[in-house]
Nanobody, 129 residues
Framework: DVQLQASGGGLVQAGGSLRLSCTAA????????MGWFRQAPGKEREGVSC????????YYADSVNGRFTISSDTAKNTVYLQMNSLKPEDTAVYYC??????????????????????WGKGTLVTVSS
C-alpha cells in the first residue's frame, strides 16, 4: 500500500517560516505530480504547490508564489515545501497528495482534488498575527 507521511506543521508568528515534508512509502511510479493542498476553516481545499517527478515542472498558487518553494528528493520519494513570510491567511491543514501521469498545472483546478491517487493525513499550520 502507498502511504504518504506529512510532517513539519506547527505554530509560527506572521513573517516566520516552516518547512513541510511529505514522504511516499510503497511508491514506485516514475511519472507523477506530487504536491500540497490546503484547507482553511470554512473554506474549500485548494491546490498550493506541486512538482513533477520527471520534468521538474512546478506550480504555485498565486497566493503563495514568491513565498513558498517546493523541492523534491526523488531518491527518497520526498517532497518539501519551504514556506517563508507566512501570513495568518496561510493558516490551514496542509495535505500532500500524488497523482500519477498528471501535470502540475492541473493543481490550479478543482478537478485536481478528484484526480489525486493518494492522499496523506494533514498537518496543521497555524500562523499567528
Amino acid at each position: 500500500d502507498v502511504q504518504l507521511q506529512a510532517s513539519g506543521g506547527g505554530l509560527v508568528q506572521a513573517g516566520g517560516s516552516l518547512r513541510l515534508s511529505c514522504t511516499a512509502a510503497g511508491f514506485s511510479f516514475d511519472d507523477y505530480a506530487m504536491g500540497w493542498f490546503r484547507q482553511a476553516p470554512g473554506k474549500e481545499r485548494e491546490g498550493v504547490s506541486c512538482i513533477h517527478s520527471s520534468n521538474g515542472g512546478t506550480y504555485y498558487a498565486d497566493s503563495v508564489n514568491g513565498r513558498f518553494t517546493i523541492s523534491s528528493d526523488t531518491a527518497k520519494n520526498t517532497v518539501y515545501l519551504q514556506m517563508n513570510s507566512l501570513k495568518p491567511e496561510d493558516t490551514a491543514v496542509y495535505y500532500c497528495a500524488v497523482a500519477t501521469y498528471y501535470y502540475c498545472s492541473n493543481f490550479r483546478t478543482r478537478a485536481s482534488l478528484d484526480a489525486m491517487d493518494f492522499w496523506g493525513k494533514g498537518t496543521l499550520v497555524t500562523v499567528s498575527s
